[in-house]
């Protein structure tokens, strides 16, 4: 039987602990995967410049997961802290949960508002951040500009004065436009996503986890299957590729190069499927091994 269950909150601590380190240790992995590759040029060919390569890559292994967690972790604490915050306003996602194992269906509407909307204010709080600084050193730039020659004179303080004032105005047009299109285009996107997975899960089988129930509604995830999450995943992602490639194949065929929309169409279907997949499962792993040290995700589920 399929319950319709609403996320009415996320945990932030756990999420956020448990998100950051998933990104942590696939960082590692990746600055492993990288070193791996950064060694064959090397053996290959000693060179002074192939060595201070291989030196990065080193260095990599220590500073990729420590980046990683730290940008995980203010990603993660703002993104469930604004979830909480929105739900009462806007209604949280809702799963399609049967025998609360496997997630058979994700309702578009609810889905694309509430991540658009989180998108939406992302935006807004980094163009509030960059653009007042931006803003800042437009008369330091109109400055420079005004003591640079231009062909042995100097650029009339008109311009410099409306290139200060447009810069102001644009910043202010910027913290208005961008959070409205960052809205639109993750909401076109994650409603197509949903699709998707809607139609898929039916003929492949959902996302399927094992919860946990606590108190006041509260479910932990304890662990993902990790080749569903990868194989519907990688569907999905696999039909986004084609989706693309289709597109490639009728702008590069109005160019009369058609074959070129037929290799993206193959590279991006092919890659999408395996890379998603990978990637994937991979996550799913981790998360399963870092479960039991530092406890799961936590869902308010109603």
Do not use: H
Not at 64 to 82: D, E, M
Not at 111 to 125: C, D, G, K, P, R
Not at 250 to 267: H, K, N, P, Q, R
Request: aromatic share 10%; proline share 5%.
């Amino acid at each position: 039987m399929v319950d319709i269950k609403e996320i009415k909150s996320i945990e932030i601590v756990p999420y956020t602990l448990m998100t950051s380190s998933v990104s942590a240790v696939w960082a590692f992995i990746y600055a492993i995967f990288t070193l791996i590759l950064g060694l064959v040029p090397f053996v290959i060919s000693p060179t002074p410049a192939n060595s201070a390569a291989l030196w990065f890559y080193i260095a990599s292994i220590v500073s990729s997961p420590v980046t990683s967690f730290i940008l995980g972790v203010l990603q993660s604490f703002l993104f469930a802290l604004i979830y909480n915050l929105l739900v009462p306003k806007l209604g949280g996602i809702k799963l399609g949960l049967e025998d609360l194992s496997e997630i058979k269906s994700v309702p578009v509407v609810p889905f694309a508002l509430i991540t658009s909307t989180i998108s939406a204010v992302f935006v807004l709080i980094i163009t509030l951040i960059v653009m007042p600084l931006v803003a800042a050193y437009i008369p330091v730039i109109s400055q420079v500009m005004n003591s640079l020659p231009l062909n042995g004179t100097t650029i009339p303080a008109e311009s410099i004065s409306a290139f200060g004032t447009f810069g102001v105005i644009g910043s202010i047009l910027s913290i208005i436009i961008l959070p409205i299109v960052a809205f639109i285009i993750v909401f076109i996107i994650n409603a197509i996503l949903a699709v998707l997975y809607n139609l898929v899960a039916p003929r492949v089988g959902g996302i399927k986890l094992e919860f946990a129930a606590n108190a006041d509604n509260m479910y932990e995830i304890l662990s993902v299957a990790p080749i569903q999450l990868a194989l519907i995943s990688a569907i999905i992602a696999a039909i986004c590729g084609i989706i693309i490639g289709i597109i490639a194949i009728i702008i590069s065929a109005a160019y009369g190069v058609a074959i070129v929309g037929v290799m993206f169409l193959a590279g991006f279907t092919i890659g999408f499927l395996v890379s998603v997949f990978i990637v994937y499962a991979i996550m799913a792993l981790i998360y399963n091994f870092l479960r039991p040290k530092i406890g799961g995700i936590r869902l308010e589920l109603q």
